[in-house]
């Protein structure tokens, strides 16, 4: 068991790459705290892990709010007493052309995919800390680094994710590591929408093509690499930005 004893929480836990990263930890012995603005999904998390034997606890905060991540700290101090696996996941996303794209869009993606994970983790740092360090996991996205069309604000934030990832892990280091998975097409809850319109115009298969791998992802998918990077297999690793992409970077 990689992280007996070990408490992690995950932003954005009910559901997608959150859900998958609550589920390995706790398959590996830790408790995975999951937090979102939706209850019912994180209850349903919580107890598919716990009906597999894990151990799981959720906390409803909307981490746009500063008020809610200082009541998720609280919960994870007063319950555990200790934090060592952080994983910002929460995240929205915004397709939209660049001259379309209002100020309210923007101030809204910037709260929820970039200022959360500066605030979370600031909150969240002193209570790993006080039991010698551990690791932090951003997720970003493909577009954090190679951008693309009608998505320049949400290109903007998830490449502020990138460069905040360096600098805290060389602001932070050598107690706790910081590195940044950077996902491309992975099956959610925000990613089905788009795939529904690639199904109806016919076009998945040609997407799928533009892989090495001939597929888009799903969660699951994920698990490999959370586990990597949240336990000491990679000990000697921070500031890494990692592409979960199924090759298709090689292309752009």
């Known amino acids: 068991m990689k992280f007996e004893g070990k408490v992690a929480l995950i932003t954005g836990g009910g559901t997608g790459i959150g859900k998958a990263a609550a589920q390995i930890i706790a398959e590996e012995g830790g408790i995975s705290i999951v937090a979102g603005r939706r209850l019912p999904p994180l209850e349903e998390t919580v107890a598919e892990i716990i009906q597999a034997g894990g151990k799981a606890a959720a906390c409803s905060a909307d981490v746009s709010k500063v008020e809610d991540i ?4 609280d919960f994870v101090q007063e319950k555990y007493g200790r934090l060592d696996i952080l994983v910002n996941n929460a995240g929205s996303s915004l397709f939209k052309s660049f001259l ?7 101030d809204r993606l910037y709260q929820v995919d970039l200022r959360s994970v500066y605030l979370v983790s600031q909150y969240m740092v002193p209570l790993m800390k006080e039991n010698g360090g551990g690791s932090i996991i951003n997720i970003s ?3 954090g680094v190679l951008g693309g069309k009608k998505v320049s604000a ?7 994710v990138v460069m905040l990832t360096k600098a805290l892990a060389a602001e932070l280091g050598p107690d706790i590591r910081v590195n940044c998975l950077c996902p491309s097409h992975i099956v959610t809850d925000m990613m089905e929408l788009e795939i529904e319109r690639l199904e109806k115009a016919g076009k998945m298969d040609q997407l799928t093509r533009r892989f090495p791998m001939k597929r888009v992802a799903y969660p699951q998918d994920m698990k490999g690499i959370m586990l990597f990077f ?4 990679s000990a000697w690793l921070t500031g890494n930005i990692f592409m979960v992409d199924g090759g298709l970077s090689c292309y752009i």
């Not at 200082?70 to 700290?73: F, H």
């Open 230 to 233: 949240a336990g000491e297999d």
């Open 141 to 143: 996205s493909i577009l």
């Open 70 to 73: 200082q009541r998720l700290k």
């Open 154 to 160: 949400y290109c903007a934030m998830k490449g502020g």
């Open 100 to 106: 379309d794209t209002s100020v309210e869009d923007l």
